[in-house]
């Protein structure tokens, strides 16, 4: 079974830009979960998708942030314009919902430079 | 609001060397509690978990009790190895979040370094 996957690995992008993160759940995992770890901090959670719903957008920082999951499947986390404390590194995990365990992804480390 | 501590790194031990890394938490309600991993250049991994006063989480030698009366989790293993390198999150769900366990609130991260 495939794991949770995250593209890109890296990127690295100027302040003022847009940079798109994408995620692809393990196939069947009706829930996606967007968090992120900025640099020395905790990991905090962004927000949650039910198949193509968002659950819980609680966590978002700011409106420079928006998360799409057309179809249900795979989900993209824009942010457009990028600022520098963007920086860190963004999970996604996905899970069957319930008490089932959460799966993350490795990961995509954002700089902002 | 709800809150984990965890002890500040990096641990670094011998191989063999006993481990302990603290965590302490702050919630409402009754949150179940997580240790979670990551190895280096990999995503996390749920370690042990405990969903009640007095359960144990256990797996692969690593254990920690869900204390109520100390709002602690501590993690334990009696002798590490080198493969144990890593870091280690303490992290609790959101009580309030219906049932699920989608909601983590994760501590700092503990970087442990086991020399051979």
């Known amino acids: 079974e495939a794991g949770v996957t995250q593209f890109p690995s890296h990127s690295v992008i100027e302040k003022g830009q847009t940079v798109t993160l994408r995620c692809d759940p393990i196939s069947g995992h009706d829930n996606l979960y967007w968090y992120r770890r900025v640099m020395g901090k905790e990991i905090k959670f962004l927000l949650h998708?039910?198949?193509?719903?968002?659950?819980?957008e609680s966590g978002m920082p700011n409106n420079r942030f928006l998360a799409e999951r057309t179809g249900g499947t795979y989900s993209t986390l824009k942010v457009q314009p990028a600022e520098l404390e963007d920086s860190g590194v963004y999970f996604c995990?996905?899970?069957?919902?319930?008490?089932?365990?959460?799966?993350f992804g490795n990961g995509t480390r954002l700089t902002v430079t | 609001g709800n809150s984990v501590t965890q002890m500040e790194g990096p641990v670094t031990l011998s191989e063999e060397a006993f481990l302990t890394i603290n965590c302490t938490y702050t919630?409402?309600?009754?949150?179940?509690l997580f240790w979670y991993v990551q190895y280096p250049g990999e995503g996390l991994q749920l370690l042990l978990k405990a969903t009640k006063a007095d359960d144990k989480g256990s797996n692969k030698g690593f254990e920690a009790t869900y204390r109520k009366e100390t709002t602690s989790f501590h993690l334990e293993k009696g002798s590490v190895q080198v493969s144990d390198s890593a870091v280690y999150f303490c992290a609790l769900s959101d009580p309030n979040s219906g049932g699920s366990n989608y909601k983590l609130t994760f501590g700092k991260g503990t970087l442990l370094t086991v020399n051979p």
């Open positions: 995990a996905s899970s069957l919902g319930g008490y089932s365990p959460l799966h």
């Open positions: 998708f039910v198949k193509e719903s968002k659950q819980d």
């Open positions: 919630a409402t309600g009754y949150p179940s």
